[in-house]
């Protein structure tokens, strides 16, 4: 999925959180969006999600502006994987993924036997098939992003957007998290704290500061130690090895 | 698939039991019935089929006069106010929701209080009691879906406190006046109203709940995935396609007009609403596919039951059986609570 955003912007409360911004992305590619704590990276994937409404400018989806666009056929171009995931109504791991298949299915509908095959397919590509009888909320964080990546998975769409998907996960399965968004083969926008991780699963970053992005391009070539000490105000050396790119930050 | 199966199971097996409780309800009361004139008079009434000319003409009137309509107002109320429950606890993403949740049992105490001490609406017939409750509970209901809408569009929190704010000023006013009016007749009227009876019946008020309560379950069946997506919030409804705001309305209208007619005919019955989903939910999970209808029916068979205890508990007078709903009904929600581990649908 080919998405084009064209001179952004977005005003929350008479702040203006996202400005004049434009971002255009190829299909098939991961993008990591990186950026300081309250530096617009929720808010645009919100906005692109459709959670927050912007105010100028537009979003365009495979050439398709998405004001035009139903919720439901949005939601057949792009799945969430986001952090909100606390329930107070505890459903079971298979039936929170077969809500995936909402999307496509129209009024009395029922679930059909593809619908079990897909989310079959869903949980074993994020290895929890075993888990499908488990309630939700018994199970860890780390199992319970990979529930919701599976959840978004069985969308099928072809696009997929993490808003900080790995953070509160150990980094066996940061790792794991990402490897399992990397081999989809279709297109990630993903918000990332983490540099390194960014660094090494994107193939193209924006890095973003008060609403504005300040750099764009291939890992390699937009961490430099300035960029970083300019969005974190953190100083740090950049190593490169076989082509990809390690960060430490000072004091080292 | 496995699942699927322990559900249709468990539906026709409550279709049945509750097809036998109808039929077995009808026999107790002051006067006990034996099984075979019940049946020979439904089969007659109803369908017009065989001889009832054996049976006496006085069971014949009790069965299709009395007892029939009653025990299927138990049937419409038990299921109406059972799937109301589930439906305002999934609105409000609250397992403490009860049907009333929207203040509709303050406001429809107000209108029979108004009725009783005042003589509101003396003028509407017999019933007017109950007119005058169901005014006060849908102009309740309506009212607290346009406050949680002032400001922004309605969420689960703000429905949930402006149904408390509503129904705090519904309930002061009925204070006052019982307070202002001193009618010892009329305060003991409006207390024993206010614990539900299904004396009522009759087949007029029947014909208007039965082809409400069942289309509206069926309405609620066909939902069943938005109903799920409420309980994921409306961030996560939205990137699932899914504009909840809408749904939320037109589910509360119905939800209301259900409760409005349940309070008309039986005045208010607690705790069934309450109880009867989360029973369900233990037994088949939270999935809206499975507890709406099991909902249902296991709400129609329990106050079907209540209320032949109610009429037989205490010869020759009836107990009000908002009571029996509570006193037989929390003791099995215990017992089940504590037997299932059970977490009120949530986390431990």
């Known amino acids: 999925m080919d998405l084009n955003i064209k001179n952004l912007s977005v005003t929350i409360e008479e702040k203006k959180i996202i400005e004049n911004l434009n971002i255009d992305i190829e299909a098939k590619n991961l993008v990591?969006?990186?950026?300081?704590?309250?530096?617009?990276?929720?808010?645009?994937?919100?906005?692109?999600?459709?959670?927050l409404k912007y105010n100028e400018g537009s979003i365009y989806i495979n050439g398709k502006d998405i004001k035009v666009m139903s919720l439901r056929e949005t939601a057949k171009e792009m799945a969430v994987v986001a952090q909100h995931n606390e329930q107070e109504f505890d459903f079971n791991v298979y039936d929170m993924v077969l809500i995936g298949r909402s999307p496509h299915k129209k009024f009395l509908e029922r679930d059909s036997r593809d619908d079990y095959e897909i989310v079959d397919e869903a949980l074993e590509k994020v290895d929890m098939l075993a888990y499908k009888e488990r309630k939700y909320n018994s199970l860890s964080g780390g199992e319970k992003q990979r529930i919701i990546l599976a959840r978004a998975l069985a969308q099928q769409t072809n696009c997929l957007i993490l808003d900080e998907p790995t953070n509160h996960l150990d980094i066996k399965y940061q790792f794991q998290f990402m490897?399992?968004?990397?081999?989809?083969?279709?297109?990630?926008?993903?918000?990332?704290?983490?540099?390194?991780?960014?660094?090494?699963?994107?193939d193209e970053i924006y890095a973003l500061k008060d609403g504005k992005i300040v750099k764009s391009g291939s890992p390699t070539d937009i961490f430099t130690e300035k960029l970083i000490y300019d969005l974190y105000e953190v100083e740090s050396r950049i190593i490169k090895e076989d082509g990809k790119i390690n960060i430490l930050y000072k004091p080292y | 698939m496995i699942r699927d199966k322990k559900y249709i199971i468990i539906s026709v097996l409550l279709i049945a039991l509750l097809m036998l409780s109808i039929v077995l309800s009808i026999g107790f009361g002051s006067m006990d019935?034996?099984?075979?004139?019940?049946?020979?008079?439904?089969?007659?009434?109803?369908?017009?089929?065989?001889?009832?000319?054996?049976?006496?003409?006085?069971?014949?009137?009790?069965?299709?006069?009395?007892?029939?309509?009653?025990?299927?107002?138990?049937?419409?109320?038990g299921m109406g106010l059972s799937v109301t429950g589930i439906i305002m606890q999934s609105i409000v993403k609250n397992s403490l929701a009860d049907p009333y949740i929207l203040g509709v049992s303050s406001g429809a105490s107000f209108g029979?209080?108004?009725?009783?001490?005042l003589g509101v609406g003396v003028s509407l017939g017999s019933n007017y009691i109950g007119i005058a409750a169901f005014i006060g509970a849908f102009i309740t209901s309506?009212?607290?879906?346009?406050l949680s809408n002032i400001g922004g569009r309605s969420s689960s929190t703000k429905l949930l406190l402006a149904g408390m704010a509503v129904s705090s000023i519904a309930s002061a006013f009925s204070n006052l006046i019982i307070y202002l009016a001193d009618n010892k007749d009329g305060i003991r009227t409006i207390t024993y109203w206010m614990m539900g009876s299904l004396a009522g019946a009759s087949w007029d008020n029947i014909k208007i709940l039965i082809p409400i309560v069942f289309l509206s379950t069926l309405f609620f069946m066909t939902q069943y995935r938005v109903l799920n997506l409420m309980l994921l919030g409306d961030e996560t409804a939205t990137t699932l396609g899914m504009d909840l705001y809408k749904y939320r309305l037109l589910y509360l209208v119905v939800a209301a007009l259900n409760v409005g007619f349940a309070v008309y005919a039986a005045g208010v019955i607690g705790f069934i609403g309450l109880i009867i989903p989360h029973i369900v939910r233990i037994v088949v999970g939270i999935d809206h596919k499975k507890t709406i209808l099991i909902s249902g029916l296991t709400g129609s068979i329990f106050l079907i039951w209540m209320d032949v205890l109610a009429r037989t508990i205490?010869?020759?007078?009836?107990?009000?059986?908002?009571?029996?709903?509570?006193?037989?009904?929390?003791?099995?929600?215990?017992?089940?609570?504590?037997?299932?581990?059970?977490?009120?649908?949530?986390?431990?």
């Not at chain 1, 704590?37 to 459709?50: A, C, E, H, Q, V």
């Not at chain 2, 309506?142 to 346009?146: H, K, P, Y």
């Open chain 2, 112 to 117: 029979a209080t108004l009725a009783i001490m």
């Open chain 2, 314 to 348: 205490k010869p020759g007078s009836e107990v009000p059986i908002g009571i029996l709903v509570s006193i037989i009904g929390a003791p099995t929600f215990i017992y089940l609570m504590i037997s299932k581990n059970y977490n009120f649908g949530g986390t431990k």
């Open chain 2, 142 to 146: 309506i009212l607290v879906i346009l």
């Open chain 1, 179 to 202: 490897n399992i968004a990397k081999n989809l083969d279709i297109t990630v926008i993903a918000a990332i704290h983490d540099l390194n991780i960014a660094s090494l699963y994107c």
């Open chain 2, 33 to 77: 019935i034996p099984i075979k004139d019940i049946y020979a008079t439904i089969m007659n009434k109803m369908f017009n089929l065989g001889d009832i000319s054996r049976v006496k003409q006085s069971t014949i009137d009790i069965v299709w006069l009395i007892r029939l309509p009653r025990t299927l107002l138990a049937l419409a109320i």
């Open chain 1, 32 to 51: 990591g969006i990186i950026g300081p704590n309250g530096s617009g990276k929720s808010t645009l994937l919100k906005t692109i999600y459709r959670v």
